[in-house]
């Protein structure tokens, strides 16, 4: 079993910024791929960005220029740094790996319990 802690949620004015970040632990031996998803009420769950352990990044199209991605491999962490933030920003938003455990298991993933990022004036 795995656990990914998220912090960094709250809330913020129009056009500031928070950071992000979600630190792994447990039954892992290598994440492939770490990312955020997002969820506003009423709407589906969507990709934000994610990163590879090549160093390969994508980003949802609403976000680009704006969000900045990345992992630290030594912890397990990745973080997002989101500026210049819009009341559609708004919403939950999970972290997710993609990873292998120590029999080299595939196809496993894990997911954070999210956190609320609210973006009012």
């Known amino acids: 079993q795995v656990q990914l802690v998220e912090s960094g949620g709250g809330l913020v004015q129009p056009g500031g910024s928070l950071r992000l970040s979600c630190a792994a632990s447990?039954?892992?031996?290598?994440?492939?791929?770490m990312g955020w998803h997002r969820q506003a009420p009423g709407k589906e769950r969507e990709l934000v960005a994610a990163?590879?352990?090549?160093?390969?990044?994508n980003y949802a199209d609403s976000v680009k220029g704006r969000f900045t991605i990345s992992r630290d491999n030594a912890k397990n962490t990745v973080y997002l740094q989101m500026n210049s933030l819009k009341p559609e920003d708004m919403a939950v938003y999970f972290c997710?790996?993609?990873?292998?455990?120590?029999?080299?298991?595939?196809?496993?993933?894990?997911w954070g319990q999210g956190t609320q990022v609210t973006v009012s004036s």
């Open positions: 997710y790996i993609y990873y292998t455990d120590y029999r080299r298991s595939a196809g496993l993933s894990s």
């Open positions: 447990g039954s892992i031996f290598r994440i492939s791929t």
């Open positions: 990163i590879t352990s090549g160093g390969s990044i």
